[in-house]
């Protein structure tokens, strides 16, 4: 499986978006959460927590051979070194790295911004819907960004 996810930052709210999208071994939509997490954050560290909702997620659906895709390199360096980082960032890839030990089966690599279209328009319409948000049906806003993505996940 693949599970696909983006950030949005949203400074006047004060708030940072996730979008997630999880697709079966051929590209077929599964499931989709948005959510929306209140606070002022830089741009690498709301990319992080995206990844660490969604291994925490997917972890709590009990999936298994999950790829995780995300467009921030910043984010698949940072857990590819494992070097100590004493930052709000450094703190966010060190359980980020946690939870991917425990879970040998899940993988994290890096994504083009053009396949990751589907998680990255989810993640900027977060800040117009419920705090939580999970639908097992494309939502509308995607349908036709599900079918690009497919042919660009290269």
Known sequence: MKCNVDAALFKEQRAVGFGTVVR??????MVSKTCVTRGLFEVKEAEALALLDAIHWTSSLELQDVIFETDS??????IRTK??????????????????EAHPSFKVQHAR?????????????????????????????????????CGNND
């Open 24 to 29: 079966d071994s051929t590209g077929n939509f």
């Open 73 to 78: 390199e910043t984010v698949i360096k940072a």
């Open 83 to 100: 070097n100590v980082d004493y930052t709000e960032f450094g703190s966010i890839i060190s359980v980020c790295y946690q939870i991917l």
């Open 113 to 149: 911004r053009q396949a990751n279209m589907v998680t990255h328009t989810l993640a900027h319409t977060t800040i117009s819907f419920a705090n939580l948000f999970i639908t097992y049906h494309p939502p509308d806003i995607i349908c036709k960004s599900i079918n690009h993505d």
